[in-house]
């Protein structure tokens, strides 16, 4: 089962933002981030409600339990409609 960290790092990713841009959003230092990421720290329930707002994920998926089988299909899912997304938009000459 995914810890906290893994999970924030995770929504992170999938929202593609860094560290420091997470860290800017909440008003934290990216140092509580990587505290976070890396399970040295355990994020206070109001700041894991901050991040799940950023992030655009469900509480849920920070506070119940998730396999790392289950993130990966969500990026795999996200990377495929970004890719169409992508295709779509060279095709209109927009990129």
Known sequence: ???IGQ???????IKRITQEEL???MGVSD????AY?????NP??????????ITNQPLNFFLEETTEISILSKLR???FQFNEIKKLLEKEKFV
Request: hydrophobic share 40%; net charge positive.
């Open 1 to 3: 089962m995914l810890k």
């Open 31 to 34: 140092k509580s981030i990587s």
């Open 77 to 79: 899912e996200i990377e």
């Open 23 to 25: 860290a800017k959003a």
């Open 7 to 13: 999970k924030i790092k995770a929504a992170r990713k």
């Open 44 to 53: 206070p329930l109001n700041v894991i409600e901050k991040i799940s707002k």
């Open 37 to 41: 990421e890396s399970n040295r720290a």
